[in-house]
Every structure is written in structure tokens, then in C-alpha cells.
């Protein structure tokens, strides 16, 4: 039986790493590789004001997180892996384990955010509450 493996990946560094365990170690998996557009990142400045500001800005979101698949994908059609992208919108953590709970998902695979401290204590962290949320198995990688 084929499994069926999230990445959560949005091109940081820590994505990165995480892109290339999955490549390495889940080469007969069907890998599907999920960027979430977090509207929160919008903001609330004097452009928000502006009628068609959310829709530029989801826009342009969406224009970019389909090049970062794009790359991903190509890469993982490189290394002979199946592969899916999609694009989503929400907060990161919840739209990644709603992705797994909704579509069959065996495993989710994330990179590691890497803070420390007050910060990991005040800003929370995106793999830690996938792996408190997940209904299935989580790698994080570092």
C-alpha cells in the first residue's frame, strides 16, 4: 500500500530540510506538498484600507506560493517521487492537520521552526501544534 505523506512547505530553509528527509526516506509515497496562505499575514496597515487590498494581496499570495510548489515539485519529480501540490488558505497549523484529517493522509513530515525560549513560549510554534492536533503520525525535522 502506497502512503500518502503531507508536507507542509512554504520555501524557508527549515521547509527545505524538511523536502529533502521526505525525498530521501518516503521515495515510493505519494508525497503532497501543501503551502497555507495564513491571512493574518494581510495586515492591517494604511493599504488595508484600500477596497482591493485583500484581493491584491491574496493574489499575489497565491501567485507566489504556487512558484514555491512549483519548485518543490520539480524537485521531487527529479527525484522520482509521485507528487501533488495545493494551495490553501487558513493558519498554517490547522489548515495542515484539516488537509490530513480530510484527505487520507498517513503521515505529516514539517521542518522545524528552530526557536528558542520566551519566543517559542509567546509565538507558539507551527510543528508543535501539528504534532498536538495531528490524528497521524508527525515527523519534525530539524
Not at 497555507?36 to 499575489?60: F, K, N, R
Not at 494551495?87 to 528552530?114: C, F, L, M, Q, R
Request: hydrophobic residues 35%.
Amino acid at each position: 500500500m502506497t502512503k500518502k505523506i503531507l508536507l507542509a512547505y512554504d520555501g524557508s530553509p527549515q521547509s527545505e530540510s524538511a523536502l529533502e528527509y521526505a525525498l530521501d526516506e518516503h521515495r515510493d509515497a505519494t508525497l503532497v506538498i501543501l503551502n497555507a496562505i495564513d491571512p493574518g499575514e494581510a495586515g492591517y496597515g494604511s493599504q488595508a484600507a484600500v477596497p482591493s487590498y485583500p484581493e491584491e494581496w491574496y493574489e499575489q499570495a497565491r501567485d507566489s506560493a504556487k512558484e514555491t510548489l512549483s519548485e518543490a515539485e520539480k524537485r521531487a519529480n527529479r527525484a522520482g517521487v509521485d507528487v501533488e501540490t495545493t494551495v490553501e488558505v487558513g493558519g498554517p497549523a490547522n489548515t495542515v492537520v484539516e488537509y490530513a484529517e480530510e484527505n487520507d493522509i498517513d503521515h505529516i513530515i514539517t521542518g522545524s521552526h528552530g526557536r528558542t525560549g520566551v519566543s517559542r513560549i509567546l509565538l507558539g510554534s507551527v510543528a508543535e501544534t501539528v504534532i498536538r492536533r495531528s490524528p497521524v503520525p508527525v515527523t519534525v525535522v530539524r
